[in-house]
């Protein structure tokens, strides 16, 4: 019996020691997590962390997709393997009404239901407008409209033409006589569909898709503009004597100052 | 007896295992709806939902909540094997079989077992393995064993192209062929380990006929998990073991007729043996 419990504890302890080392090793495999952070997904991809538990690598979306614009990563690519992911210079996404990568999705690592309105009893109706795959960031150094030479071809190319990207007149001081046109994208209207990145004409594109994270900067919730109207609201719901009570502030600062100074 | 006949299942294995691969490329490069997708999640006929039970599991203990289709799938694949005896999959679907025995042969060709000293590394290992996958998945948030598995990595590569993917396939065929004897069917792949503990119920099981049995023990040389062959030559009844994984080649290479594939059905006597 003793020996018996022994062979018992020490078959034990091998297995988990075996099973440590392997962990370990099995673990640094996987290291490569955020590896993925800086690819773009297809249209309704939960958020990167989520969407990488989900995603089972099974690639009905891109079987799904009929331009073949959504590729399965392989190893050694520097993707996540075997995940979905989009590069915009060769083929972007080409905003199908109907989502059929989204749709094909067995696991809602692709979500349906981020990229739809609701629809008419209770249902949904797609929206391939909500999906925010990106966002397009220009580089105003190279885009040669900001240089003053006129080239619209990502506002051309935008499918969401005039919201997403318009173009904005400003006045070229270097001539003084002329214009630029320079394009500005809108992240309200942007779904990183990259149309934008793929019809730029310079020799790297110098407008990109990025991942919203990366693209976007965030003021906090402590700076309020008056004039939006959300803000406002946010300023009226502030209680009419915010009183925070500690210690200290039991006197009042007449007190304090009166009878605690040096 | 005819060579195609002595191989039946060899060459019935290959057939199933073949057109599998080929309708999920079809799938992908021309659309038929046959079956779309791949191992870890397809379509079946453009309705049927499919997906590996292990790589779902995974999922779910990274804490994701998993959209019905893929629970309904993984459902279905699992009723499927739980009938059909678990590692079924391993012999007659999973694309690594072709590559591990493939290996196999080889190192018998080259005399590997002959010249070398044996190494050698438990059959529980898979099990383990098994485990240890849940556990990362839980502690990391991803599908932990899907990232790395070589059978995903094939078989996604073959229909979706490959990467650098092929070589951990050309790593675990030397591992077979070099280092340990079906190294990883029969001794590191938690997905067989998964579908071994799934088979234990598996009704398509081989049952043995001790009354015609010579004892030539060729059965124990062919198969790729000798363990679960404990009764050959003692007494008659059907292969209990989840590991079993209904390949036939004992089947076809016994000269005795004393092995063949029966229905066990649930609730009647199955001469199970005890031990081994």
């Known amino acids: ?262 | 007896m005819a060579p195609i006949i002595r191989n039946r299942f060899l060459l019935l294995r290959r057939t199933v295992q073949a057109s599998v691969l080929l309708l999920f490329v079809a799938g992908n490069a021309f659309g038929w709806k046959v079956l779309q997708g791949n191992l870890s999640s397809s379509r079946l006929l453009d309705s049927v939902p499919l997906a590996d039970p292990y790589a779902l599991l995974q999922v779910l203990f990274t804490g994701t909540a998993v959209a019905t289709d893929a629970l309904i799938g993984g459902t279905v694949v699992l009723l499927v094997f739980a009938v059909a005896g678990g590692r079924t999959f391993c012999a007659w679907v999973c694309p690594m079989n072709m590559v591990t025995d493939l290996a196999e042969r080889l190192r018998d060709a080259g005399g590997i077992d002959r010249r070398l000293p044996a190494m050698t590394l438990t059959r529980q290992t898979r099990y383990w393995v098994l485990g240890l996958g849940l556990v990362l998945s839980a502690v990391l948030g991803i599908a932990a064993f899907e990232r790395i598995s070589p059978i995903s990595m094939l078989h996604r590569g073959v229909i979706f192209g490959m990467g650098a993917g092929w070589t951990l396939i050309a790593a675990v065929f030397l591992f077979d062929l070099a280092v340990v004897r079906q190294g990883f069917c029969g001794h590191l792949c938690p997905l067989g380990g998964f579908y071994a503990v799934v088979g234990r119920a598996g009704l398509v099981r081989v049952r043995h006929r001790e009354e015609q049995c010579s004892r030539c023990m060729r059965c124990r040389d062919v198969c790729p998990e000798p363990q679960v062959l404990p009764l050959i030559g003692k007494e008659s009844g059907f292969i209990t073991s989840g590991e079993c994984t209904n390949c036939g080649k004992c089947i076809e290479v016994c000269p005795d007729d004393a092995l063949l594939f029966g229905m066990r059905m649930p609730g009647t006597p199955t001469g199970e043996h005890k031990g081994g």
């Open chain 1, 1 to 262: 019996m003793m020996k018996d419990r022994r062979e018992f504890l020490i078959s034990l302890v091998r297995g988990g020691g075996a099973a440590a080392v392997g962990g370990l090793v099995w673990s640094g495999l996987l290291d490569g997590k955020g590896a993925g952070a800086l690819t773009l997904r297809p249209p309704g991809a939960a958020a990167e962390e989520r969407f990488i538990a989900a995603c089972t690598k099974c690639g009905l979306c891109a079987a799904a997709c009929p331009f073949r614009a959504i590729m399965l990563a392989t190893p050694g690519d520097g993707r996540p393997i075997g995940t979905p992911y989009l590069v915009m210079r060769d083929h972007p996404c080409r905003m199908c009404r109907d989502i059929p990568c989204a749709a094909a999705c067995p696991t809602g690592a692709l979500d349906v239901k981020s990229v739809s309105d609701a629809g008419p009893e209770g249902g949904i109706q797609l929206n391939v407008n909500k999906a925010r795959i990106g966002l397009a960031v220009i580089d105003r150094e190279t885009c040669v409209a900001y240089w003053g030479i006129q080239c619209d071809a990502c506002y051309r190319a935008c499918p969401v033409i005039d919201k997403a990207i318009t173009v904005e007149p400003v006045l070229n001081v270097r001539t003084g006589k002329h214009a630029i046109l320079g394009p500005v994208v809108h992240s309200e209207h942007c779904t990183g569909c990259g149309s934008c990145e793929r019809a730029c004409i310079t020799k790297k594109a110098s407008i990109f898709v990025l991942p919203r994270q990366f693209a976007m900067g965030e003021a906090g919730e402590h700076y309020l503009r008056g004039w939006e109207l959300q803000d406002e609201k946010q300023v009226r719901e502030i209680p009419e004597d915010p009183k925070t009570v500690t210690p200290r502030s039991k006197k009042s600062p007449l007190d304090y100052l009166n009878q605690e100074g040096p």
